[in-house]
């Protein structure tokens, strides 16, 4: 996720067991991580662990750290009941469908999360 304010931005990334482990992987992020930081990107990173043991104390650190880097909120929007059907929900579903199709190995992604988004 990319939060922006001005010509800020810092990139807040959610690292997991699933996709943020193995030695190969570490190193992708930390290259991509290098990268954008020489462009003046900030990070946040926040373990699975971390946030499961404690989503709320988390979200706090997330927020001053968001703080500390300037990046302040923008007024909040309110979105009517039925909004959330834009084209780009449409597509995205329609993408999570045909991936849940012809996945050979269905235990590298978690199914039903994406069945209950289908529904929404």
Same mark, same amino acid.
């Given at each position: 996720?990319?939060?922006?304010?001005? !010509? !800020?931005?810092?990139?807040?990334?959610?690292?997991?067991?699933?996709?943020?482990?193995?030695?190969? !992987?570490?190193?992708?992020?930390?290259?991509?991580?290098?990268?954008?930081?020489?462009?003046?990107?900030?990070?946040?990173?926040?373990?699975?662990?971390?946030?499961?043991?404690?989503?709320?104390?988390?979200?706090?650190?997330?927020?001053?750290?968001?703080?500390?880097?300037?990046?302040?909120?923008?007024?909040?929007?309110?979105?009517?009941?039925?909004?959330?059907?834009?084209?780009?929900?449409?597509?995205? !579903?329609?993408?999570?469908?045909?991936?849940?199709?012809?996945?050979?190995?269905?235990?590298?992604?978690?199914?039903?999360?994406?069945?209950?988004?289908?529904?929404?």
């Amino acid at each position: 996720m990319v939060a922006v304010c001005g !010509k !800020k931005r810092v990139a807040i990334e959610c690292d997991g067991e699933r996709w943020h482990s193995g030695e190969a !992987k570490i190193r992708e992020d930390m290259e991509r991580q290098t990268i954008l930081e020489r462009l003046g990107w900030r990070f946040i990173r926040i373990r699975g662990s971390e946030y499961y043991r404690d989503a709320e104390q988390t979200m706090q650190r997330v927020m001053q750290e968001l703080t500390d880097f300037e990046i302040m909120p923008e007024e909040t929007q309110e979105f009517a009941p039925g909004t959330r059907d834009t084209e780009l929900l449409q597509r995205v !579903k329609t993408r999570a469908h045909a991936l849940m199709q012809k996945c050979e190995q269905p235990d590298l992604i978690d199914v039903e999360t994406i069945r209950a988004a289908l529904q929404a």
